[in-house]
């Protein structure tokens, strides 16, 4: 049944949630490196969407899933959480959370670009300005507005940036094709993900318990972000009469989120970035909306 209110509220809660990501990155980071901080809160999302699944009745989904569904997700769980979130939290710590975060944010129109070649679609010149509009805010991010100079903050934090906007693409253009139980998906991909990430850790024999503040940050993320916000989200997509009306307020995230990084972090707000995001923004808008 639809209902607009609870999908409003819904998907002001998912957006509060991950809006505040990229401050518990950054604070988290202070405590656990990338690894041993995906470690952690992917065990703490799939513990939740475990609970997730129980209470909600669909665990005998699971007995239902086919040799292939699970190859499928062997897949997905390699692109996200294991792949994207590796390379986004060491452009966390390399970068600003200001920076890294709001360049994330340019994976709609990557999508764009991946699935041309992938899934046989054509791009209108619309589409061709929208990335340039977008690519110009990328840079204007990049260089703290020096456009001319080509000088990063961080050459390698922005291509990494840039790279978990490429595996988020990926796994959506995956997800697309994937008609399974959207919860049971993000449960076995998550699954699945977590089994990477400590086969990395026992190869690389990077591992240690950390203090009390690294767990505390983790087991936040793996809740806010990985495991019950995206539960939110599907419940607001579910009960909205069209996805355009909730679909569209994930662009405030990126927004009230350097509000948090700058009152909590206390990072100053470069204009460059404001400026950028705005462009970021308006290139996936265009994209979306315009048609030639």
Known sequence: ????????????????????????????????????????????AVVALFFILLVRGKLPLL????????????????????????????????????????????????????SIPLLGQKISI?????????????????????????????TAGVLL?????????LYWIINLRDKREALVKIFLNFSFGLFYIFLTIVFTRHFWIPG??????AAYIGLFEMGITFVLWLNALNYSSTTAKVGNLIYLSPFISLIIIHFVLGETILVSTLAGLGLIVTGILLQQYVKS
């Open 1 to 44: 049944m639809k209902n607009q209110r609870k999908a409003y509220l819904y998907a002001f809660s998912a957006i509060a949630c991950w809006s505040t990501i990229g401050t518990a990155f950054k604070l988290s980071l202070r405590y656990l490196d990338p690894l041993g901080l995906l470690l952690f809160s992917s065990m703490m």
């Open 63 to 114: 007995r239902k899933t086919s040799s292939a569904d699970f190859l499928n997700s062997a897949l997905m769980g390699m692109l996200n959480p294991y792949l994207y979130y590796v390379v986004l939290l060491k452009a966390y710590d390399l970068l600003p959370a200001q920076e890294a975060g709001t360049l994330n944010y340019i994976w709609p129109l990557v999508l764009v670009l991946l």
């Open 126 to 154: 619309w589409s061709i300005l929208a990335i340039m509009v977008s690519f110009t805010g990328i840079l204007l991010i990049s260089t703290h507005g020096h456009l001319l100079s080509f000088k990063f903050s961080s």
């Open 212 to 217: 009390w503040y690294g767990i505390a940050g």
């Open 161 to 169: 940036a840039l790279g978990s906007a490429v595996f988020w693409a």
